[in-house]
């Protein structure tokens, strides 16, 4: 199984911060990347997929960059809404994998 | 407006079966493959199983391989997983999600989630 480790785990920030969260594949899933972000008691939303393209009606903020092993996902200038739970996923092959997530905290 | 609302989730004890079923709506449901995720209280995603679109080929996880079931009935938009020799690991809220927009296993629609607790 391919193993998706985030990095940091959470991270704190304020309101017009430049947030990077990391994400690194056990081997190559080329650009196989999905990131989702998630609010508490609902369910995710999809923000990125193929590594770096943006989901209908996310705001550009948000961006995914990263091939092979090594993935960002970056978010240019936090907003309020921003704070959040992310996490990446890859696609590459079965079983679908997760990474464990990066709560993004109110500074 | 895409729809995927979940139900069947409940409490049941180690050793149980449940049935989850998930009701699509707004979109071609036979043409998308379809997936259940869950995530259990405080943790992470686990991609659980996954459908192709006509249902002939099923992907599972390996902590429930041969103890859960995947199907779909195309003519009802419905996705079903059946859940047998129930774990209190298998605790958690499943989610029913799907592919439609995007290319495939990139979840763009999910449902609300229910919750399965296995407990005695």
């Known amino acids: 199984d391919i193993q998706m480790t985030q990095s940091p785990s959470s991270v704190s920030a304020s309101v017009g911060d430049r947030v990077t969260i990391t994400c690194r594949a056990s081997q190559d899933i080329s650009t196989w990347l999905a990131w989702y972000q998630q609010k508490p008691g609902k369910a995710p939303r999809l923000l990125i997929y193929?590594?770096?393209t943006l989901q209908s009606g996310v705001p550009s903020r948000f961006s995914g960059s990263g091939s092979g092993t090594d993935f960002t996902l970056t978010i240019s200038s936090l907003q309020p809404e921003d704070f959040a739970t992310y996490c990446c996923?890859?696609?590459?092959?079965?079983?679908?994998?997760f990474g464990g997530g990066t709560k993004v905290e109110i500074k | 407006e895409v729809q995927l609302v979940e139900s069947g989730g409940g409490l049941i004890q180690p050793g149980g079966s449940l049935r989850l079923s998930c009701a699509a709506s707004g979109f071609t449901f036979s043409d998308y493959a379809m997936a259940w995720v869950r995530q259990a209280q405080g943790k992470g995603l686990e991609w659980v199983s996954g459908?192709?679109?006509?249902?002939?080929?099923?992907f599972y996880a390996g902590s429930v391989k041969g103890r859960f079931t995947i199907s779909r009935d195309n003519s009802k938009n419905t996705l079903y997983l059946q859940m047998n020799s129930l774990r209190a690991e298998d605790t958690a809220v499943y989610y029913c999600v799907g592919t439609v927009t995007t290319p495939p296993n990139f979840f763009d629609y999910w449902g609300q989630g229910t919750l399965v607790t296995v407990s005695s």
């Open positions: 459908i192709s679109a006509s249902g002939g080929s099923t």
């Open positions: 996923q890859q696609v590459n092959s079965f079983p679908l994998t």
């Open positions: 193929a590594a770096s």
